[in-house]
């Protein structure tokens, strides 16, 4: 059974700096691309960030590119997601998923698993 578990989150003020862990069990790490994707209130699940199966190739969401990084220790099943000059339209729940298929990983479609989400809260 696979399970993608979040961490990481919480509250923090503008300006400031959180690290997003996920941990991944019952899959094969190393054979998966990752990606982060956030969803406000009302709004679409959106792309964040995502990262090719050796970490040498990250891709960014344009509202982060410059203060998100997506990085992953395949040797710890973990992929991060740190998150720096927050700002109020940084509050969302923030999901991790796996893919092992190759493609466009700006698109949830693409994902098979999903973790279950961790709110991320940036107040000004």
């Known amino acids: 059974q696979v399970q993608l578990v979040e961490s990481g989150g919480g509250s923090v003020q503008a300006g400031g700096s959180l690290r997003l862990s996920c941990a991944a069990s019952?899959?094969?790490?190393?054979?998966?691309?990752m990606g982060w994707f956030r969803q406000a209130p009302g709004t679409e699940r959106e792309f964040v960030a995502a990262?090719?199966?050796?970490?040498?190739?990250?891709y960014y969401a344009d509202s982060v590119k410059g203060r998100f990084t997506i990085s992953r220790e395949n040797a710890k099943n973990t992929v991060y997601l740190q998150m720096n000059s927050l700002n109020s339209e940084d509050t969302a729940v923030y999901y991790c998923?796996?893919?092992?298929?190759?493609?466009?990983?700006?698109?949830?479609?693409?994902?098979?698993?999903w973790g279950q989400g961790i709110q991320v809260i940036v107040s000004s």
């Open positions: 019952g899959l094969s790490f190393s054979n998966y691309a």
């Open positions: 990262i090719n199966w050796s970490g040498t190739n990250p």
């Open positions: 998923a796996a893919t092992d298929r190759g493609g466009n990983y700006g698109h949830p479609r693409l994902y098979d698993y």
